[in-house]
């Protein structure tokens, strides 16, 4: 199993950054199988080449301009996710879509890509989301988790020492 859980957003932009604050909620609140890697994408593009080369599965969390009402949580899968970069749906799309094609063209495309996208109610410079996109951060996580566990990767939620513990230490951080 070669997933990676990847949370790409602008913090700076206030729902912009939904897709970095659930893999954060993820990775400070359950632990993983091996093979399942969460990585905080930020703003980057060609820079996750290598994070995304090869990979059995890629969930891709992001905002993501739907057309439904703000806090909306959907969920798309492998070909319905290249026809959607032809309209722009999320502030990230060219540097992601560059990096999806760099992948195909050297045979190292992911074998599923799913994107879970919630519809941003503000990206104005703010730091913070909006009441109703971090409303919708439940129903998000609550996806991933169901979509791991469908492929017999469920998370274990961590206690609140442990939860605790990793806050200390400082385990989630950004490794780009």
């Given at each position: 199993m070669n997933i990676l859980i990847l949370g790409v957003g602008n913090l700076l932009l206030s729902d912009e950054a939904v897709g970095v604050r659930i893999v954060e909620a993820l990775g400070r609140n359950y632990s993983f199988a091996p093979g399942i890697e969460l990585l905080d994408g930020g703003t980057a593009g060609m820079e996750l080449l290598e994070a995304m080369a090869s990979r059995d599965h890629i969930i891709l969390v992001d905002a993501v301009r739907s057309g439904n009402p703000p806090g909306t949580v959907v969920t798309?899968?492998?070909?319905?996710?290249?026809?959607?970069?032809?309209?722009?749906?999320?502030?990230?799309?060219?540097?992601?879509?560059?990096?999806?094609?760099?992948?195909?063209?050297?045979g190292e495309s992911p074998k599923r890509l799913t994107l879970l996208g919630v519809e941003p109610e503000s990206l104005e410079p703010r730091i913070g989301l909006t009441p109703v996109v971090a409303a919708a951060l439940g129903e998000a996580t609550d996806r991933i988790l169901t979509l791991l566990a469908s492929v017999g990767a469920p998370a274990i939620p961590l206690s609140e020492q442990e939860k605790a513990e990793r806050a200390r230490e400082g385990l989630w951080r950004n490794p780009l």
């Open positions: 798309l899968k492998d070909e319905a996710i290249p026809t959607l970069f032809g309209r722009k749906i999320s502030p990230h799309q060219l540097g992601l879509a560059d990096v999806l094609s760099a992948l195909h063209m050297t």
